[in-house]
């Protein structure tokens, strides 16, 4: 059994690290400037100054924006801890069963890997889950409308964490796509897990088109549609149930945080 302390804490740890967020201006400066050190630069810069951008208003605005997207971002790397957690304490997965990895050419001889989130080959879970992900591959694979013929290349899941997904990026998509394609030459179905459902609907129809399953933050009991129902049907896990009991703990901290990235101080 998972304990709510255990996963509160993997959950909201990188994101406590936004409360010390502060913006750069440019300048590359390791942890950002303070305000004071603010208003001495735009103070200096005539034209700036001139427009009166070095005020307390004007950093708190920098600091909000930089710092919303901190957080977001951190939102997203505590999903992915939060998920792996799950998979591995409800299936019994090591580490090494759940990781997966590609190299990909990054141009001028360079070589980038990608490491996912969580790899569920349906041999390494525990025996009494097996049947039901054998079950889930084979609705998903359907849902994806991969050919009949090739169901039995796959054995497993590959997973892509995310807290949303409201961009289109050009990049970002041809990554992900890349991630379809060396998923299934690992004999793995490619998975988006986001905890949202804050999705680029345009995005979700072209990834489920081009055979990659997209999971998200929806209401419903489908486990090949809904992060949610997957987590619960197939992982064993009921993890609304667990936001449903923390979520005054949860909104606190991060309230609090937000609070602190909308002042000077």
């Known amino acids: 059994m998972i304990s709510d302390d ?42 700036y100054s001139w427009l009166g951008l070095a005020s307390d208003k004007v950093y708190a605005a920098h600091r909000a924006a930089g710092g919303l997207t901190s957080v977001y971002r951190q939102i997203g790397i505590g999903a992915e801890r939060m998920f792996g957690a799950i998979v591995s304490g409800c299936l019994g997965l090591s580490a090494d069963e759940m990781s997966w990895s590609y190299d990909y050419p990054k141009g001028r001889g360079k070589t980038g890997t990608h490491t996912l989130d969580a790899r569920i ?98 209401t419903s009991d489908n486990p090949t549609v809904s992060t949610f129902a997957f987590v619960e049907q197939i992982l064993g896990y009921d993890l609304l149930g667990f936001f449903a009991r923390n979520r005054d703990q949860v909104r606190e901290e991060i309230q609090e945080i937000v609070s602190t990235l909308l002042t000077a101080e």
Not at 121 to 143: F, T
Not at 187 to 208: H, K, M
């Open 6 to 47: 255990k996963l509160i804490e993997v959950f909201l740890r990188p994101v406590r690290k936004c409360a010390k967020y502060r913006p750069a201006f440019g300048l590359g400066q390791r942890g950002g400037l303070a305000v004071a050190e603010f208003q001495e630069l735009y103070g200096a810069d005539e034209f």
């Open 121 to 218: 080959r349906v041999a390494d879970a525990a025996e009494a889950a097996q049947p039901r992900i054998s079950k889930w591959l084979e609705d998903a694979l359907d849902y994806v409308n991969l050919d009949d013929s090739a169901h039995a290349e796959v054995h497993g899941a590959a997973f892509e964490v995310r807290q949303g997904y409201k961009s289109a990026d050009s990049k970002r998509q041809n990554a992900d796509l890349r991630f379809g394609i060396n998923a299934y030459r690992a004999s793995l179905l490619p998975v988006f897990a986001i905890f949202s459902a804050q999705v680029s609907e345009p995005v979700v129809r072209r990834y489920r088109s081009d055979g990659m399953l997209v999971l998200t933050g929806v």
